[in-house]
């Protein structure tokens, strides 16, 4: 069936680095992509959007890359802190339908001080 | 701040007792859903609504139900509750159809 999955289960990297956390969906007719980040005890939180009509989209100092091509998604955070350790979902749907989110399995980011 | 306030963070709960886990949204958000996420399985449909007194089932709703009275309050039921129901609950809004969700900090709920 659809799926939305992630490369990587776990990341570890070292603070200041840069951190990639990768993301492959199979609905081609997703329209809107979203990451959210959970830390330890909380629920996800809202990080950053992007809709298919766009490859890019940054916020601060995270970056949002869609290649519909490949049907790839992926979240840079730039200058990685130790506050960045969390687990990071990505999500995707069709924005105008009904039609559930589909979520990712997760990625644990662990920032080495 | 908008918020999603789930009444519990932790809940133990005896089998076969009847259980609510409340939620209540501050931000006027017509769409609420209950999620539950477990090591390996990630986040997991329960229910959902899309208006008061609507609700419609997720990928799981056996053994769960929802009540929708008011627009603000979305409440999860477990009408028996069973050992494999012992979960993290995540209750979360949305102000339009198909656009990111506001979280609430989840209730972790132990059936023994």
């Known amino acids: 069936g659809e799926s939305v999955g992630l490369h990587l289960p776990t990341l570890s990297v070292q603070e200041g680095d840069n951190s990639i956390i990768n993301c492959a969906y199979s609905n081609s007719a997703s329209d809107y992509f979203i990451w959210y980040k959970q830390e330890s005890g909380k629920g996800p939180q809202f990080i950053i959007d992007?809709?298919?009509?766009?490859d890019k989209r940054q916020g601060q100092r995270v970056t949002v890359l869609l290649n519909k091509t490949v049907k790839h998604l992926s979240l840079q955070i730039a200058a990685t802190q130790p506050g960045d350790s969390a687990v990071y979902f990505c999500a995707e749907n069709k924005e105008t339908s009904y039609d559930k989110v589909i979520f990712g399995p997760g990625t644990s980011l662990s920032v080495i001080p | 701040d908008v918020k999603v306030t789930q009444s519990s963070r932790y809940l133990v709960k005896r089998t076969g007792e009847k259980v609510f886990l409340e939620c209540v949204q501050d931000?006027?958000?017509?769409?609420m859903f209950w999620y539950r996420q477990d090591p390996g399985l990630g986040l997991r449909l329960i229910y959902f609504s899309y208006d008061v007194k609507m609700k419609e089932k997720g990928d799981i709703p056996e053994g769960y139900s929802v009540s929708r009275e008011k627009k603000e309050r979305f409440s999860l039921i477990l009408e028996s509750a069973s050992t494999n129901q012992t979960s993290m609950y995540l209750c979360?809004?949305?102000?339009?159809?198909?656009?990111?969700?506001?979280f609430g900090s989840g209730t972790r709920l132990t059936v023994v």
């Open positions: 979360a809004s949305s102000s339009l159809v198909g656009r990111g969700y506001t």
């Open positions: 931000m006027d958000h017509e769409n």
């Open positions: 992007i809709r298919s009509n766009m």
